[in-house]
């Protein structure tokens, strides 16, 4: 029975204080949505005997057949507190006992990693869940560098705690140094990728409370916090004090009842005599079906069980008594609220980071102070498919302001530029309707304050996948979402019956909106691609085009890798471009940008729209550029925040600025389509060394200069040894020692090279971490598990871009054949048309 209705809800919506914006995040299989079944138990909205089972979350047919999650799920839960556990916080912290967790559950698997990033952007805590066995894994460091880049403070749920205990059979000290381990690893990330300057310093430590542990299947769970409230009274001890004493190095002697600092004889580790002694003996009385011993410690613990409660036996015992001794809900909700940061502590310290706009106009100072009062402030971050086919609920955030049905706001873009007069990117709306998501459902409501998330309906007509939606006329967008992983795999789509066509186009447009990361083009060619970032998202996304969004039957190519084009010299010669009416002249070089700048470009610490001078001396000072080009930098491209840049090397050249538009957009063409394939361009920086321009501004026009700046560009490429790109998978591998020679085999046949190798003390587990071109990833997991009896386990995340072996111009060259391959299925000309056909001669 659901414990709140929606004017419950909307009440507490307006206590800034007492709402807590939270994403779950782990990697894949480490327990995220059956622990969200406890949360939801003990919110009412399912019942507490389905709770780890039911995976309420994972809402479609597909999730729960596979038994992954896929969509990023968002739920608001409402939960009443007792006043011990809110004593840490002060009373100015609080507003009342009711609280408001919205909670969204996100995927593990590396595919599904823009879900995880849609849902950070509108969060403010994270709950990261690492398996006790497994421990941190490459997607744990994946999202949680996600979470932190976006100013996330994250809480630690240390879940399938009883695998060390039964499957692993550990005794209590190695459970506490194979926690203390993993709490580490943790800290480790959040020291390298967290701004203490603006966020604080905290890490991570059991006897602080922010880290919980227990079993989400079985339904238990405890903060150290619960076992100090427990054990203050009977020690006359401070509770806050006795936390530190449960947890490090804090030894107590039975004999003499002190506590000290160092190990000997009959000195135990607090943590092992007062926390795991009775956990085990409490988990094996229950599973032995000791109901004596079982009944006993119940009453010690002031447990109540009912005549039926005992006549449970093995696991079902065990979870009857530890969910009411230790209740795994209890000590989530408990680490949530007490410390994660409200939308008003957090939007203090994110309001920076997130505006693109001055942080002293009325839309940032309202949505630093989290004012309902403020101009409206909201972004998107997805779009989540309705129940009625073809509608989509835009997911967001407020910011600031009060968002109510017949409001009329203004839509933007994320391409919108407020210098401009007119923008298309800009839409003047109403709000028809909103609601608060609710899992698979919804529930219809008047008004939402900010602090909160809304889904908004009607908005799915404006925005494709995200943007920022305000009331303010000045307002700048809010900034775009950075994903951790491209959009790398392709397949191009056709109808199975050439008159469904049209269904196909709109099926193709319903599935770009579905999904953060995927990408459906429309080619010149008549082909339809789907971008995805894997197998597995590629596989999940058409599935959803045939039976959702198109609903007829399609046939699907192989999968193509998305390349990149680039150079690796510097032109040889200037290169020359005439116009069609050969009354204008343009004169251009090509060379690769240096090492690590196109990835701090993907990254953001590089882009199109940060202070010239402040980005002039970061290239001058990390990449060696010349001061004078580096305050020249024309844009960026492709879509002017690509990692390619076109700089203006020329002197004084007359009537150049009245057409920089016009070779800017020559550029953004080559940058998209370059001279080997028409695949993007990635890691060249072309310079304009000098132009010859017509006075007449009719003899200077776009039709004039735009297929001149391509040529010229083209020709620069050409003479600076032009080279292909590919993406790169950054492999996992754990499998055992016994099998490390079939793994290298399958690794060294596919072109994959191992970077790193780590043996387990505690058991005979190897970690590999490998490189892995993306177009030798095709069938690899099958492989790989033929060859090792299934004993390997692999995860692959997008890494970085690597140059192909071989010169592109050479069709004999692994790099040749790449660009002979995609000529041809894009319907090119077989051969590279000459450098003649581009360069003009005086």
């Known amino acids: 029975m659901v414990n709140f209705s929606v004017e419950g809800l909307r009440e507490v919506m307006d206590r800034k204080n007492n709402i807590r914006n939270i994403a779950v995040i782990a990697h894949v299989d480490h327990g995220k949505t059956t622990l969200t079944d406890s949360l939801l138990a003990k919110a009412g909205i399912i019942s507490s005997t389905q709770a780890g089972e039911k995976h309420a979350m994972d809402t479609r047919e597909d999730e729960q057949a596979k038994g992954i999650t896929i969509k990023s799920t968002a739920i608001s839960l409402m939960y009443n507190l007792e006043d011990w556990r809110l004593s840490p916080l002060k009373a100015e912290q609080y507003d009342g006992s009711e609280f408001i967790v919205n909670l969204i559950d996100s995927p593990g698997h590396v595919d599904f990693s823009s879900e995880v990033t849609a849902a950070l952007r509108v969060t403010d805590g994270a709950m990261v869940v690492v398996d006790c066995v497994s421990g941190v894994c490459v997607q744990t460091e994946t999202v949680l560098r996600q979470a932190l880049t976006e100013r996330i403070r994250p809480v630690l749920m240390m879940n399938k705690l009883d695998r060390c205990i039964f499957e692993k059979c550990l005794s209590a000290e190695e459970i506490y140094q194979q926690l203390q381990r993993i709490i580490e690893d943790v800290n480790v990330l959040i020291s390298i990728y967290s701004d203490d300057t603006v966020m604080g310093n905290f890490r991570l430590d059991p006897s602080v409370g922010n880290v919980a542990f227990g079993s989400g299947l079985h339904g238990w769970g405890f903060t150290i916090r619960q076992f100090a409230h427990f054990y203050a009274e009977k020690f006359k001890i401070e509770e806050s004090k006795l936390m530190k004493r449960l947890w490090g190095s804090n030894f107590y002697n039975k004999e003499t009842k002190k506590w000290g600092k160092l190990p000997g004889e009959g000195w135990v580790r607090g943590f092992e005599c007062f926390v795991m002694d009775p956990l085990t003996k409490m988990l094996r009385a229950a599973l032995e079906n000791s109901k004596d011993e079982v009944v006993l410690m119940s009453q010690k613990m002031g447990i109540q069980l009912t005549s039926e ?173 950075k994903f951790s992983v491209s959009p790398v795999v392709q397949v191009a789509v056709q109808c199975a019956n050439p008159t469904d066509l049209p269904k196909l186009v709109e099926g193709l447009k319903r599935l770009s909106k579905s999904d953060p990361m995927v990408q459906c083009i429309s080619s010149e060619t008549g082909e339809h691609i789907v971008c995805g970032a894997g197998e597995l998202h590629l596989e999940i996304c058409l599935k959803d085009l045939e039976s959702v969004h198109a609903k007829i039957p399609i046939k699907v190519s192989a999968p193509i890798v998305s390349y990149r084009e680039t150079v690796s010299a ?3 010669r200037v290169c020359l471009s005439k116009s069609g009416n050969k009354l204008c002249r343009l004169y251009a070089t090509a060379e690769p940008l240096p090492d690590g700048l196109p990835e701090e470009i993907d990254e953001g610490i590089v882009t199109a729209t940060q202070d010239f001078k402040e980005r002039s001396r970061h290239l001058v000072e990390n990449f060696s550029f010349d001061s004078t080009s580096s305050r020249k930098i024309w844009c960026f491209g492709p879509h002017n925040s690509g990692p390619n840049l076109l700089v203006d090397s020329s002197k004084s050249v007359q009537n150049l600025h009245d057409i920089r538009d016009t070779i800017v957009a020559g550029f953004q063409w080559v940058t998209q389509e370059g001279v080997l394939c028409e695949e993007n361009i990635r890691g060249v920086r072309f310079d304009l060394q000098d132009a010859h321009i017509h006075p007449d501004p009719s003899h200077r026009r776009g039709a004039q200069i735009i297929p001149a700046m391509r040529r010229v560009l083209f020709s620069s490429m050409m003479t600076a040894r032009p080279g292909m790109m590919e993406p790169v998978y950054l492999v996992e591998i754990q499998c055992p020692d016994s099998i490390l020679g079939g793994v290298f085999n399958v690794l060294s046949r596919r072109r994959g090279h191992v970077v790193e190798e780590s043996h387990d003390q505690n058991t005979p587990m190897c970690q590999i971490k490998a490189f892995l071109p993306v177009r030798e990833s095709f069938g690899f997991t099958e492989e790989l598990r033929s060859q090792t009896g299934g004993k390997a386990f692999p995860q692959c995340v997008f890494d970085h871009w690597q140059v192909v072996p071989g010169e ?25 048309p000459a450098l003649e056909a581009y360069l003009d001669k005086l």
Request: glycine share 10%; charged share 25%; proline share 5%.
């Open 309 to 481: 409660e005992k006549q449970q036996e093995g696991k079902h015992l065990m979870r009857v008594v530890m969910k009411k001794w230790l209740s795994v809900s209890e000590a989530m909700l408990e680490m949530i609220v007490l410390h994660l940061p409200s939308p008003k502590t957090a939007q203090r310290y994110r309001t920076d980071i997130l505006y693109e706009g001055p942080l002293d106009d009325e839309a940032a100072i309202a949505m630093r102070e989290c004012d309902p009062q403020g101009p409206l402030m909201i972004y998107v971050s997805k779009m989540v498919p309705g129940k009625e086919g073809g509608r989509f609920y835009a997911l967001g955030r407020v910011f600031s302001g009060t968002v109510f049905q017949g409001q009329t706001v203004r839509i933007m873009g994320p391409e919108y530029d407020p210098n401009k007069k007119k923008d298309s990117h800009l839409f003047i709306q109403t709000i028809p309707k909103m609601a608060v998501l609710m899992g698979g459902g919804s529930m219809s409501i008047g008004n939402v304050p900010c602090g909160n998330i809304v889904g908004l309906v009607g908005i799915d007509k404006y925005l494709l996948k995200m943007g920022t939606i305000s009331t303010f006329e000045h307002a700048h967008n809010m900034k775009m979402m």
């Open 570 to 572: 510097k032109s040889d």
């Open 808 to 832: 592109a111009l050479d069709v004999t060259s692994l790099a040749g054949s790449i660009v002979t391959e995609i000529r041809e299925r894009k319907g090119l000309p077989a051969n590279l």
